[in-house]
């Protein structure tokens, strides 16, 4: 199924006395790219997420935000640092004799100082925290792709639409191109009569100058190359893999053919039809860049 690479993905789970919550969003990008916060203390996860996240997504700029809080605080020690404290409290009691000010020393003053107190807590461990939030990143990983996949469906009927109604202009040149060869040796006719007057029309010279001129603004190989990559671009479409950047190749080719018809052209009405296919080649190449 065609993805987006616009995406959004959030989800909350406690696991073994933690409370896990991840959030996830992209943006457009060529190649993949990911960054994620999480807290200081599971620095070690940034990595382990980026290597899932990238075994089930290929494009995009991808925005990860790991929240982290623990529940069953037990296992963490809080000491003193007694020589620390004692210099703060003598301190303060000098203040208050050098400066006769009022002693309005409390334990939750000290407490406050950097280093007073410091919580140690059991070293993490790796595997058992990557355990409780694999659950998490899953869920929220479904839900991001789920996302995309729901914007990728709409950028999928867009395209496809945009392939019909250039596919409705062709079919108008195509028609319409033999018209311009006939009307082209009716002109030339009625010119060489004018000038010639009574004498006699050389109609193979007529004949020649109309093939020539046929040849010239001949678009029957370059319409059928442009309904063969409209005809690819449906297919891709219907794939399950990636295929922005194939896309962006065949939007290009696309585009190649639309300039080599309308360098051809030698009437206004099929003039026209090419600029309107060169606009919805235009706007398919800008709706592609969303696809990953």
């Not at 987006?4 to 990008?29: C, F, P, W």
């Not at 300039?259 to 051809?264: A, D, H």
Request: aromatic share 6%; net charge negative; proline share 2%.
């Amino acid at each position: 199924m065609i993805k987006s690479m616009t995406g959004y993905g959030r989800a909350q789970a406690i696991n073994d006395g933690l409370d896990i919550t991840l959030e996830m969003k992209s943006v457009n990008h060529r190649y993949f790219e990911f960054s994620a916060r999480v807290p200081r203390a599971y620095s070690f996860l940034e990595e382990k997420l980026k290597s899932f996240v990238k075994s089930k997504v290929s494009r995009g700029k991808i925005e990860c935000y790991l929240y982290i809080t623990e529940i069953d605080t037990a296992a963490a020690d809080v000491t003193v640092n007694k020589p620390l404290a004692e210099g703060y409290i003598r301190a303060l009691s000098e203040l208050e004799s050098e400066f006769s000010l009022r002693n309005d020393i409390s334990v939750m003053q000290v407490a406050r100082f950097p280093e007073v107190l410091t919580v140690k807590k059991a070293e993490a461990d790796e595997d058992a925290v990557w355990a409780s939030v694999l659950p998490v990143a899953e869920e929220a990983v479904a839900r991001f792709i789920a996302m995309r996949e729901k914007e990728g469906e709409k950028l999928k009927e867009d395209v496809l639409a945009r392939g019909n109604t250039i596919l409705e202009k062709v079919a108008f040149i195509e028609e319409r191109s033999p018209e311009t060869v006939k009307e082209y040796t009716a002109r030339l006719t009625e010119r060489i009569s004018e000038v010639l007057a009574d004498t006699t029309i050389d109609e193979a010279r007529i004949l020649t100058e109309a093939a020539i001129f046929a040849d010239k603004v001949a678009v029957a190989e370059e319409t059928v190359r442009l309904r063969s990559h409209i005809s690819q671009l449906g297919e891709m479409l219907s794939g399950d893999e990636a295929v922005g950047r194939k896309l962006d190749f065949l939007v290009q080719e696309m585009n190649r053919e639309a300039n080599t018809i309308g360098s051809k052209c030698q009437d206004v009405h099929m003039t026209k039809k090419v600029l309107d296919i060169k606009s919805e080649i235009e706007k398919i190449r800008e709706q592609i860049q969303n696809i990953e």
